[in-house]
């Protein structure tokens, strides 16, 4: 029986739970996870206080209910799978380096801030700032995958220095901002002012965008990643589209202000096969 912490008391004001990753339970027993600290607001607290505790980790963890707010679960989890059935909040897996973290739900902001590696896979939407760098900080994710199969909010990828983030509706604003490397998919639409002081990277959107003057058209081909990437999210659930995969694409460079080699790839949707 898999290990499973149900929520049967919901906070009343933001928890931070970074106890509540798969390193942290994998070997412990129902009492020694029931014990675990949390804050709650600024009042310490225990695991037990708001969940029961069932089972043992054999491979992942469960966790049930609405834990819209509960912050930074899954935060530096490095094995292991972590399930959330209900929505997540903010700092989902930041700083994540392994391992695989499934919300089936929503997500709030910050999901993967400065990630290194693994896998956040939400059936949902996700907030503001995925993938990015913290406040006053300058490197957001390094590695691993983002896959949201809703929509994104706003900063997208900020400051993202590698790594894969997919998202299977619309992406806000400044997708992409001051982004170093990397690949950004949006299989909807780009918000205003996408890749602002992008130096280098891949922003993808199959619907047209309004790009900024800083990005210049180079040429119409068709990318051989591309298509392993659109094949690759297609096997993990991703509604994409055969259009997609053989379509062409019209390739601007930018961001001008930086060195001019990032990409933004829009479908050229006159030419769909």
Known sequence: MSLTLALRVAPQVPMEAEALTFDRVADLSESDIAALPLLHGNEKAAVGDFFKVSGRANGEVHLEGDLGRVKYLGAGMSRGRLVIHGNAGMHLGSAMIGGEILVKGNAGDWVGPEMLGGRIIITGNA??????????????????????????????????RNGLIAIGGNSGDFTGVNMRAGTIMALGGLGWRSGAGMVRGSIVSMQPAELLPTFSYDCDYRPVYLRLYLLYLRE???????????GEYRRYSGDSVELNRGEILLLNRQKLS
Not at 146 to 151: E, Q
Not at 238 to 246: G, H, K, P, R, T
């Open 236 to 246: 993990l659930g991703m509604a994409v589209e055969d259009a997609w995969i053989e």
């Open 127 to 160: 907030g503001h700032m995925v993938g990015s760098a913290h406040r006053g900080g300058t490197i957001g994710m390094r590695g691993g995958e983002i896959i949201i199969h809703g929509n994104a909010g706003n900063e997208t990828g900020n400051g993202m």
